[in-house]
């Protein structure tokens, strides 16, 4: 059952400031593999030169295993550059209007999208939080890296806001260790998250790894839900000096 809170809203994250390909472009992972090392290669360069990039604590980041990537999430923009900077491929959840639209614009971003790492869920249907999280489940058990926004929608005034706790069941579930990160700056290349991106400086900050084994077979309590997701959340506010605020996102922009 997933929280009634809602589902979280699950996106990418990624790894480090290197720009080239350094894996070979060839292996098990087929075509779709062959295809998010085309985009590293050929788009990052271009994403580097415009954004300048800056990432930080890129050590924190395990190179092998599970890992849940967690952090703030500012305009659409968060979405598309950061599976550029990782080594290991970053599997998140999108909506499925991502990859199903029309005409050249369309097809362009179904084949940047789901080449970065991005499975479409519909995350508005009645099944889309189990589904969601249900997803994270499983690409964390094959011992991949899976990307999740705790806010479950974009910040609508910069400050950071209260998580859900999809976060906190999936890392109670998996055991998987949660890297919390802070994307700054996004929102000043993209304000109000449409429109074509400015050029600027972004900074990209991990932190160190947090478990939560102590809280084992506790991801039905929602007392202990709420204490972990709180715990990550804190830490992305230490790590973007946003202020916090104590409500959903959703519930700001529907009081907008």
């Known amino acids: 059952m997933c929280d009634q809170s809602g589902p979280a809203s699950i996106v990418l994250t990624c790894t480090t400031a290197v720009w080239w390909v350094r894996e070979p472009l060839f292996d098990a992972g087929g075509p779709t593999l062959f295809r998010t090392r085309l985009i590293k290669a050929t788009v990052g360069p271009v994403m580097r030169m415009m954004f300048r990039t800056r990432v930080e604590g890129i050590e924190n980041i395990p190179g092998t295993g599970p890992v849940i990537l967690a952090g703030n999430h500012l305009t659409f923009i968060d979405s598309m550059f950061l599976p550029l900077v990782c080594d290991r491929t970053v599997h998140f959840i999108g909506k499925d209007e991502y990859v199903t639209g029309k005409g050249i614009k369309g097809r362009a971003m179904a084949w940047f999208f789901t080449g970065a790492g991005m499975i479409p869920v519909d995350r508005d249907g009645a099944n889309g939080g189990v589904a969601a999280l249900m997803t994270g489940r499983r690409i964390l058990e094959e011992g991949r890296i ?45 304000p109000g998250g449409a429109g074509m991106p400015r050029p600027g400086r ?34 992305v506010m230490r790590l973007s000096g946003q202020e916090y605020v104590d409500m959903y996102a959703t519930k700001a922009k529907e009081a907008a």
Do not use: C, H
Request: glycine fraction near 12%; charged fraction near 25%.
């Open 146 to 190: 899976f990307g999740i926004y705790p806010e479950g929608t974009r910040s609508p005034d910069g400050r950071l806001y209260r998580g859900r706790t999809g976060i906190a069941r999936l890392t109670l579930m998996t055991g998987a260790p949660v890297v919390p990160f802070a994307m700054i700056g996004t929102d000043k290349l993209q």
């Open 202 to 235: 972004v900074t990209v900050r991990f932190g160190e790894p947090m478990e939560f084994s102590r809280y084992e077979g506790m991801d039905r309590d929602r007392y202990v839900l709420r204490a972990v997701t709180d715990s990550v959340m804190a830490e």
